[in-house]
């Protein structure tokens, strides 16, 4: 048989050569995805992985093969490796273990790792689907996810936080959270504006306008900071510097419902009183905003004030609809019809959805007992009362200042002190403050001298501490003992202490307490304090540790430590130990 020749060298022309390396295997692994052939997708993943093994890409690609086939531990294992050794700014594995440990059902585990991803992760892809997986995890553990932060979304949380603590009348404690937040997010306006709110219900005017400023500069057009300004300016009798914000603000028509809102209550503080119905009226025009008792009451009185009596009738009947309990909309009510009766003269009625000053005091002094507990705590009184000490008539103020006499809480003497030391105030108003706070400080430095004594159980506490200097900071009975007692108590449960460290976390803590009023609302943040106080008193004493070894027994996040951490040593009378980051 006789045939061509082939040389070798000519076949070997003719020959393709295949450059094995971790893209070829890719390829090959995604078309096997495609077709459905998962075994061979994660052999080529595999061999991908051994070509580069320092691409964290592929080894999550080879753990979301795992997690396909139900192989969920292995595919976690490969995660947290990305994370321990390769690269642990891939954040985005904590969700993909979050997945898995749901998928076992494990779901303290799934919280843990969603919480951190949560906290770390800076570009928030996976955020849909984690508040899905949190509403899922919120049914089954059935309680709320311990989360402080949420990273992506700039301070979102703190920021909650802290309007929650301005609505409940507590203006230092929301300062001081809104001031370590600016550092960190200089361009969040909204969280500048309401640490301007905090400074003004606290009395400290000057910082209030310079953050304004800080937020205008940065943003000319910022509605609520024009707002708030207004009200400043107006606090301060600058009527031409009001004037020229009215003309500004009058001309915006927002579409926003809170900027609606906002722009509504201001230009009522300011006066405005039918342009702040005009905007109240289109709120409750609004499916969303409809059925607030509190708006409904704050457009009858723009409409009172613009004598639309009809309209303030109709608007107060609603009220009462809306939220039946309440006297207010009866006491207006009643009120009005004594004007339309010509008994009485009408008067501006202010924008607040509680009854008036006097009305409240009269009640109070029917109980015999001073102001009811239910009534102390209830934030929208608190607030009336910080805002009549500073914008209210003669009269006002000193039943103010004596009212919050009979609160007395930490609050309340920061309030009068700040009032006290406002210069300009009227001399015998600064004097029933003085007096007041005078008798708050003996009640409580009695209180504390008991309190301290056994504010811990089983330790050493005069060892810890000098009685005396602990009276002077004061305010250590603002909680009862108990209270206080978890954290000290999770900080010595978890941490099997030796003696000498124990009584340094005591140290520690009653020195924060008795500087600050720490928020325990629940189980994040004892657990927080905790951890904390652990890891300062451990570097107090050089004993090794870092913020993530504290955190993975606490169930916490390493930056959760830190920032509790941070805290108490700020406030704490102590020096950044050795070692300390």
């Known amino acids: 048989m006789k045939g061509?020749?082939?040389?070798?060298?000519?076949?070997?022309?003719?020959i393709i050569p295949i450059h094995l390396d971790a893209s070829f295997f890719f390829e090959r692994a995604v078309r096997s995805l495609d077709r459905n052939h998962v075994d061979k997708a994660l052999k080529y993943f595999r061999k991908a992985v051994e070509y580069e093994p320092e691409n964290p890409v592929n080894h999550c690609n080879m753990a979301g093969i795992l997690s396909e086939k139900g192989d969920y531990e292995a595919s976690n294992s490969i995660l947290a490796h990305v994370l321990d050794v390769i690269d642990p700014s891939m954040t985005e594995c904590y969700f993909y273990m979050a997945n898995n440990f749901a998928n076992m059902d494990q779901f303290e585990e799934a919280e843990r790792a969603l919480v951190t991803y949560l906290e770390e992760d800076s570009q928030g892809q996976f955020m849909t689907e984690a508040e899905e997986m949190m509403e899922l995890l919120y049914y089954e553990l059935d309680r709320p996810a311990k989360l402080n932060r949420i990273k992506s979304r700039k301070g979102v949380v703190e920021h909650d936080q802290a309007r929650e603590l301005l609505e409940e009348g507590k203006f230092a404690q929301a300062a001081e959270l809104l001031e370590g937040m600016s550092p960190d997010y200089p361009d969040y306006f909204a969280a500048r504006n309401n640490l301007a709110l905090a400074y003004y219900y606290m009395g400290l005017f000057t910082k209030a306008k310079e953050t304004i400023a800080e937020v205008l500069e940065q943003?000319?057009?910022?509605?609520?900071?024009?707002?708030?300004?207004?009200?400043?300016?107006?606090?301060?009798?600058?009527?031409?510097?009001?004037?020229?914000?009215?003309?500004?603000?009058?001309?915006?028509?927002?579409?926003?419902?809170?900027?609606?809102?906002?722009?509504?209550?201001?230009?009522?503080?300011?006066?405005q009183h039918d342009a702040a119905y005009t905007h109240f009226?289109?709120?409750?025009?609004?499916?969303?905003?409809?059925?607030?008792?509190?708006?409904a009451h704050y457009a009858a009185v723009a409409a009172y004030n613009t004598e639309r009596y009809d309209m303030a009738k109709r608007l107060w009947h609603y009220v009462n609809k809306l939220d039946p309990g309440s006297e207010v909309a009866s006491y207006y009510l009643d009120d009005l019809e004594e004007v339309l009766q010509?008994?009485?003269?009408?008067?501006?009625?202010?924008?607040?959805?509680?009854?008036?000053?006097?009305?409240?005091?009269?009640?109070?002094?029917d109980y015999g007992n001073g102001i009811p507990d239910e009534m102390k705590n209830d934030p929208l009184i608190r607030s009336s009362f910080f805002w009549a000490l500073r914008h209210g008539d003669h009269a006002t103020k000193l039943q103010v200042i004596h009212a919050l006499g009979m609160i007395g809480d930490y609050e309340v003497r920061q309030a009068l002190q700040s009032f006290i030391n406002e210069p300009g105030e009227d001399p015998d108003l600064v004097n029933?403050?003085?007096?007041?706070?005078?008798?708050?400080?003996?009640?409580?430095?009695?209180?504390?001298?008991?309190?301290?004594?056994?504010?811990?159980?089983?330790?050493?506490?005069?060892?810890?501490?000098?009685?005396?200097?602990?009276?002077?900071?004061?305010?250590?009975?603002?909680?009862?003992?108990?209270?206080?007692?978890?954290?000290?108590?999770?900080?010595l449960q978890m941490s099997e202490a030796r003696a000498e460290?124990?009584?340094?976390?005591?140290?520690?803590?009653?020195?924060y307490v008795s500087r600050v009023h720490p928020e325990l609302s629940g189980s994040k943040q004892i657990e927080g304090w905790a951890a904390g106080l652990e890891y300062l008193a451990s570097k107090n004493h050089s004993r090794p540790v870092t913020y993530q070894s504290v955190a993975e027994r606490y169930g916490i996040s390493a930056s959760t430590v830190s920032k509790y951490a941070r805290q108490l040593l700020e406030i704490c009378s102590t020096t950044p130990p050795k070692g300390y980051s």
Not at 5 to 13: C, F, K, M, Q
Not at 343 to 364: A, C, G, V
Not at 456 to 484: T, V, Y
Not at 501 to 511: A, F, G, K, P, V
């Open 342 to 365: 010509g008994l009485q003269e009408p008067s501006k009625l202010s924008y607040h959805y509680h009854l008036p000053f006097d009305e409240q005091f009269r009640q109070w002094e």
């Open 4 to 14: 061509k020749l082939v040389r070798t060298e000519d076949h070997l022309a003719n």
């Open 501 to 511: 460290l124990q009584q340094e976390m005591e140290r520690i803590w009653i020195d």
């Open 281 to 295: 009226r289109r709120l409750l025009k609004n499916e969303e905003t409809a059925g607030d008792p509190a708006l």
């Open 219 to 271: 943003e000319p057009g910022n509605l609520h900071a024009l707002c708030n300004l207004a009200i400043f300016y107006q606090n301060e009798n600058q009527t031409d510097q009001v004037l020229m914000l009215i003309k500004k603000l009058r001309v915006i028509v927002p579409y926003q419902n809170e900027q609606v809102y906002k722009l509504a209550t201001t230009m009522g503080i300011l006066g």
């Open 432 to 491: 029933a403050a003085q007096h007041v706070l005078s008798d708050l400080q003996i009640a409580k430095g009695y209180e504390q001298e008991a309190s301290v004594s056994h504010l811990f159980s089983g330790g050493d506490i005069d060892s810890i501490r000098n009685k005396d200097q602990a009276l002077n900071r004061g305010n250590l009975s603002r909680m009862e003992a108990p209270h206080w007692q978890v954290v000290v108590d999770r900080a």
